[in-house]
Nanobody, 126 residues
Framework: QVQLVESGGGLVQAGGSLRLSCAAS????????MGWFRQLPGKEREFVAA????????YYADSVKGRFTVSRVNAKNTAYLQMNRLKPEDTGAYYC???????????????????WGQGTQVTVSS
């Protein structure tokens, strides 16, 4: 059973930065595509970013493109989401997820992901 644990959330002022980490255990991390999703207040969970199993392909939601960067270090079984120029509308719960089937081609679809972390809260003050 794969377990994912997010960390790095917190309170930051608009324009600031945070780096989220997602530590994986119990599976073959290097074969999974990894995704980041978020749930903003009053809204459904949405795609933020994804990275293929070896890190060669990345995808971003239009709302975060140019501000967020997804990466991974397979030797550490960890994925990251670097968030720069944060805005109040980025406030929400952020989740990492693992897709054990797409591997080399990361998916942007929530339905593709098999394992989910518990989430970490990001709050951006204006």
């Amino acid at each position: 059973q794969v377990q994912l644990v997010e960390s790095g959330g917190g309170l930051v002022q608009a324009g600031g930065s945070l780096r989220l980490s997602c530590a994986a255990s119990g599976g073959t991390f290097s074969s999974y595509a990894m995704g980041w999703f978020r749930q903003l207040p009053g809204k459904e969970r949405e795609f933020v970013a994804a990275i293929s199993s070896r890190g060669g392909t990345t995808y971003y939601a239009d709302s975060v493109k140019g501000r967020f960067t997804v990466s991974r270090v397979n030797a550490k079984n960890t994925a990251y989401l670097q968030m720069n120029r944060l805005k109040p509308e980025d406030t929400g719960a952020y989740y990492c997820a693992a897709d054990r089937r797409s591997g080399p081609v990361a998916s942007t679809s929530i339905a593709a992901y098999d394992y989910w972390g518990q989430g970490t809260q990001v709050t951006v003050s204006s």
